[in-house]
């Protein structure tokens, strides 16, 4: 599995100093609110278990799940969804937190789903961000780590359902999505 990574962007350690900084702003912002997290499912469950443990606030949690890729690495665009939330957001202040934002279909298609509930706010945090690739029109309030075009992988990430439980995250050879 890790001779399929061509090269490691980010770091174990990298991501966990990162994430200990997102958890501090989004626990200062967030202070008195209880906010509840909306973890997209299933590429962000690394990101928010760490989030989550990063943010010393009293909070609330609840996932959704979306499909956008099937096995290739292009967004097909379509996106469908999966599993709604089982908690009622009405007038509450909703944080979203999302493996990555690329094309912008995918957060696009959330966030409208979500606005539809009438949350009191609604916010979008992204580990990671590849702003070379949008499409849709949609920015995240707070970004991880911004990259640059290229396939990642690990820490949640897929290709083909494979190496999200890979530590770091890293580079997918080509050749591997190529064959
Ligand atoms: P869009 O294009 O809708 O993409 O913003 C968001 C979703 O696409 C997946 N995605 C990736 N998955 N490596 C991956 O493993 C990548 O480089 C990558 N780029 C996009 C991801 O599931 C995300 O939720
Ligand atoms: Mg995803």
């Known amino acids: 599995m890790h001779n399929d990574i061509a090269e490691i962007l980010i770091t174990e350690k990298e991501l966990q100093s990162r994430i200990a900084e997102l958890g ?3 626990a200062k912002d967030y202070e008195g609110k209880t906010p509840i997290f909306v973890g997209v499912l299933k590429g962000a469950i690394m990101f ?3 989030m989550v443990r990063a943010t010393p606030i009293p909070c609330e949690y609840d996932f959704m799940a979306v499909s956008s890729y099937g096995a290739g690495t292009i967004s097909s665009g379509k996106i469908n969804l999966i599993k709604d939330l089982s908690a009622d957001i009405k007038g509450r202040h909703v944080v979203i937190l999302e493996d990555i934002l690329d094309t912008g279909n995918t957060l696009r298609f959330v966030v409208d789903h979500l606005m539809e509930k009438e949350p009191a706010s609604l916010k979008i945090c992204a580990l ?3 702003p070379s690739r949008r499409t849709a029109p949609i920015e995240a309030d707070y970004v991880g780590f911004t990259i640059p075009n290229q396939f990642v992988v690990g820490y949640g990430l897929d290709y083909d359902e494979i190496y999200r439980n890979i530590p770091y995250v890293g580079i997918l050879k080509p050749e591997v999505y190529k064959k």
Do not use: H, T
């Open 24 to 26: 501090k702003e989004v």
């Open 48 to 50: 928010f278990a760490d």
């Open 128 to 130: 990671l961000d590849k």
